[in-house]
């Protein structure tokens, strides 16, 4: 690279990604091949419009790679063509999940979303988010005792409000979603079912955790998380008349010409999931979160709702004033080599930018081979930092 500054930092954050646990819930590591069509020549075209319709010329070859990143999409996930559409231009994902209000919720209507302190995200409709000032959000939360959806609130509240769409998904909730109990809701006041599956869409794909496809009508998820994709994102619907709306709103609603080296990578990345060894890799996620929660359970760390069935563990760090705040848990873990983030913890007591909890997850180790014993060591290494006196 002829930018020396810029090759440094490049280098620099290499090394730094080499060095550390990377326990973000939200990050993995991508195969030498997603890196090679990122940085590709796709990146000089513009492509505006859809396979086979595009507002530009010599687009001959990105229509075939548009088209097989469709298709691999469409089989990682089990669904035919004809009867599910796929969206394959999101940018990433909270433009893929405002792309399906603009399609389908009138600007005013109601979005049921989980609250972002229980385990939501930004876009099912919190007011900062262009997505709760829009729409107004019907927020839910978990049940206080047990921290885990409570489908009969949940039937309560959507008959009270009558949402146009309810959003199942995640970024900060360690359980299984009962997609069929969420169908069931949605049917029953007339709402559109949205499942943002963007934390465990690689679990799914990896046969390893329940797919939303029997039950929503409209599926949202990003590629880089654990499905180990570069960063972009991809709308999913049944009903042609949503498929064709949120078409629109991808391109020309919202976005210009897509990035069709992303789109390239995300074919890759697609492909590499549709794999034995990727449904193996699925598994010990799972398996490695699992002995990482039950180790600091162990330890005497409060996990909120008591464990995970996921790639991802929260953690009562403050466990009430006995403990450390988040943000502090954060900051010593990163000094000593392991990168969490700070998280808020359903009923948070603090702010978000200082919580009560941290987010844990094992996507990206699981990645470089680690295994369960692995993930008890680090769980004892955290358990030294976060106790170590001052
Ligand atoms: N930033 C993502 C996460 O960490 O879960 C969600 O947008």
Known sequence: MKDKQIAKLIKEEKARQKKVINLIASENIVSADVLEALGSELTNKYAEGYPDKRYYGGNKIIDKIEKLAKERALKLFGLKKGKWFVNVQPLSGSPANVAVYVA??????????MSLTAGGHLTHGHKVSISGNFWKQVPFGVDEKTETLDYKSLQKLAEKEAPNIIVAGFTAYPRIVDFK??????????????VDMSHFAGLVAGKAYPSPFDYADVVTTTVHK????????????KNPE????IDKAIFPGMQGGPHENQIAAVAIALGEANTPKFRKYAKQVIKNAAALSNELKKLGWRIISGGTDSHLILVDTWMGGKGLPGKEASDRLERAGIIVNKNTIPGESRSPMDPSGIRLGSAAETTRGRKEADMRKIARKIDKVLRAKK
Do not use: D
């Open 104 to 113: 389908l919720v009138p600007v005013g209507g109601k979005i049921m979303g």
């Open 181 to 194: 109990k969420f169908s069931k809701i949605a049917k029953s006041v007339g709402a559109i079912l949205m």
């Open 226 to 237: 654990t499905l180990r994709g570069p960063r972009s994102a991809m709308i999913f619907s």
């Open 242 to 245: 949503h498929a064709a709306k």
